[in-house]
């Protein structure tokens, strides 16, 4: 029996129609346009109304301004036209939002096609108007506004009721359906980049190819393993291909520019790393030395900014600078091998080295105030699990990078708390609830952000010392002759600052293409104030040459002076005695901005049932300064506090009341809780690798 069959030289469906020219490496970027999904522009995702953000309140009703965005201007019509929906389909608009049945919570959100009578009167009552139509419902209300408008201020007010959702057309993938259509192996090029890097690894080692395929593939697949071999060697094996630069971290991102390196083989090359292990478990640290060698190995010098332990134990060279910080450094201490410090040489660097000033560990648990329970927490790679957080404790939450940490602290709990006590707007990860809330009063993250972004911003300013200071000096028989109050003494204040600068003390020069640069004005020589409010002295001194005193020389200076004193201690004793009232905000390190923040808290009059959150807060601090962050953490926790840090470094740890270890691993082998419970039974735990290192630590 005959047949006919028909061939096509054309990439084509026999089926639908589907037609692909020929494939080429731009149809699977998602940056081109022959790639990219039409739908998102191959973003991924589309801003969309979140309902929960439109209607953050669910226990207001419509009345009540349930409705956000709806509340303002034209609410009166709005309102008349939900009235007239409610009038259809039987609801009421004083009943609260949670109250609504589902399906009337649909039509107000989404519309409805049915025809509704609406009528509409003025607020004078003079004129009225009715007409039959349609309801679009908010949501859509909303976005047809955000497209129309030509309000840029109205479009970025509406962004707040917004949420990045993945789209419809591509399922958040990027590339449009012809792209996403081509398999290897059965899976599509946005599938293998969903894998974790060593997932990835394996997919292309066990790639089932024909003879002629491998032939074919054979250069290209040698380079693909190579280069996903560099991440893991510096301990990335957990990140997606997918994962997005922002949410990458400081030391995530200069691992992967570290990675790069590495495969280019350069020679020569003189590479400067900042705190490479910033983020690193410990397990992760020799691979990333491995990695420093095999760069030096190649002819290239390396140096490296790094306070850990291990990293400084394995450098051929060591410069240790000091002796101590800010006006008290920057005099090179030491220089030479770590065998010369190791055999007798003076510096504190020198001391931890050899074990002279070891971080000891703490002898008491104390005992817990109840506990916050996190359930069924899900989001990213955690695996529905229960978190108990005791209250009243210093909390560590342990893990190799990756395995979930900074997902549950985050992402859920720091999120939920903020959404609880703050009414933030933003959405926690994926859980189910929390339990415990009444034992805690509010939640404070402190970072190593800025304490301000602004010259004017200062210490004195942000512990609350420069308002006594002020007054003190508005007190000086001078001060009243004159009739000066507080606000002469500010510098943003007109009445006393400097005209010429605006009481900046320096003067903006805008280099155009080059960064601004700064230069100390000329009218008051970089003191901020006047003439007349220099004239005013308080035992000699105006407020420029107090601004001008270091921390420890102003504690001296106010000794009499309870109200300036407290805030100056509290400084002092987290180890900023060397910083000036007046320094600028932007010249404060990391480390020196978050224990500014922490002596603000300590300033304060809490009630003892605070939470603090703090990410790796030992990132950029020596050992001694580590010890000194563990007193305030400790001052904060005897105060009934609660402290929750997540952290690699192992003094940290080896003190902490409890530990909460996450993994086993990082990516999707992490997620679960590996063990709960003080150092010492973490360390006894088989399977823990925070356990591991810690048993050594003890056993000094």
């Known amino acids: ?312 134990r394995n450098s051929d060279w060591m410069i240790d600078l000091g002796p101590g910080a800010g006006v008290n450094g920057g005099s090179v201490v030491f220089e030479g091998t770590v065998n010369q410090i190791l055999n007798g040489h003076k510096s504190v660097t020198g001391d931890y080295l050899k074990d002279n000033s070891l971080i000891m560990l703490q002898d008491k648990i104390r005992n817990n105030s109840g506990s916050l329970v996190v359930q069924k927490a899900s989001e990213n790679n955690l695996k529905d699990i229960d978190v108990e957080i005791p209250l009243g404790l210093f909390v ?99 009445d006393g600052r400097c005209f010429a600068c605006d009481g900046d003390g320096v003067k903006q020069i805008e280099m155009q293409f080059l960064s601004d640069v700064y230069v100390k004005c000329d009218e008051c020589k970089g003191k901020r104030y006047n003439s007349e409010t220099l004239s005013v002295l308080y035992k000699g001194k105006n407020i420029s040459d107090v601004l001008d005193m270091t921390v420890y020389e102003a504690l001296n200076f106010f000794e009499n002076i309870p109200a300036i004193k407290r805030k100056l201690q509290t400084i002092f004793d987290v180890g900023l005695g060397y910083i000036k009232l007046g320094q600028s905000s932007t010249t404060l390190s990391g480390g020196e901005a978050q224990r500014v923040k922490l002596a603000s808290e300590l300033s304060k009059r809490g009630t003892g049932k605070t939470m603090y959150i703090l990410d790796e807060p030992t990132t950029g601090l020596h050992f001694a300064d580590v010890q000194k962050l563990l007193d305030v953490l400790n001052r904060l926790v005897n105060l009934g506090n609660t402290v929750v840090v997540i952290e690699h470094n192992m003094d940290v740890i080896k003190n902490s009341d409890w530990i909460i270890d996450l993994g086993p691993e990082g990516g999707d082998e992490g997620g679960r809780i590996v063990a709960t419970g003080t150092p010492k039974e973490i360390a006894k735990t088989p399977g823990s690798y925070t356990g591991k290192y810690l048993k050594k630590l003890i056993k000094k």
């Open 1 to 312: 029996e005959k047949s006919e069959k028909i061939f096509s030289q054309n990439n084509a469906c026999p089926y639908c129609g589907l037609t692909v020219g020929e494939l080429e490496p731009r149809n699977f970027s998602f940056n081109s346009p022959f790639g990219l999904c039409k739908d998102c522009n191959g973003l991924g995702v589309k801003m969309e109304f979140d309902p929960d953000l439109v209607i953050p309140d669910k226990s207001k009703s419509i009345l009540d301004g349930a409705i956000v965005p709806w509340s303002g201007r034209f609410s009166s019509f709005r309102r008349q036209a939900l009235r007239a929906v409610g009038k259809k389909f039987g609801f009421d608009l004083m009943t609260p939002i949670d109250k609504i049945k589902p399906k009337h919570l649909q039509i107000i959100l989404y519309g409805t096609d049915d025809l509704i009578d609406f009528n509409y009167r003025s607020k004078s009552g003079d004129s009225s108007w009715q007409y039959t139509n349609a309801f679009e419902g908010v949501l859509d209300n909303l976005q047809r506004v955000f497209v129309e408008t030509d309000s840029e201020s109205k479009r970025e007010w509406l962004k707040q009721f917004m949420r990045d959702t993945p789209c419809n057309s591509c399922n958040g993938k990027k590339l449009k359906p012809e792209s996403l259509a081509v398999k290897i192996n059965d899976k599509g090029i946005m599938d293998v980049c969903d894998l974790s890097i060593d997932h990835c690894y394996d997919f292309f080692s066990t790639l089932k190819l024909t003879e002629n395929e491998q032939y074919i593939a054979r250069d290209v697949l040698k380079e693909i393993k190579e280069r996903l071999e560099f991440l893991m060697n510096v301990g990335l094996n957990y990140l997606t291909l997918n994962r997005l630069s922002s949410t990458l971290s400081g030391g995530e991102s200069q691992r992967i520019r570290l990675a790069t390196q590495i495969g280019s083989n350069l020679t020569g090359v003189l590479y400067v790393l900042d705190e490479p292990t910033i983020g690193l478990h410990q397990r992760d640290n020799a691979r990333l030395i491995k990695t420093l060698n095999k760069l030096r190995n190649l002819g290239n010098t390396v140096i490296v900014v790094e306070h850990d332990e291990e990293v400084i």
């Open 396 to 494: 560590s939450i342990t893990g190799v990078s990756g395995s979930g940490k900074s997902t549950l602290i985050n992402d859920i709990l720091l999120k939920a708390l903020e959404s609880h006590f703050y009414k933030s707007n933003v959405k926690p990860g994926t859980h189910k609830k929390i339990t415990g809330l009444e034992n805690i009063d509010k939640v404070i993250a402190i970072d190593q952000s800025p304490i301000g972004r602004t010259p004017r911003s200062n210490p004195a300013t942000y512990i609350g010392a420069f308002t006594p200071i002020r007054e003190l000096y508005a007190n000086t028989e001078l001060s009243k002759e004159r009739g000066y109050a507080p606000g002469q003494f500010s510098f943003n204040v007109a």
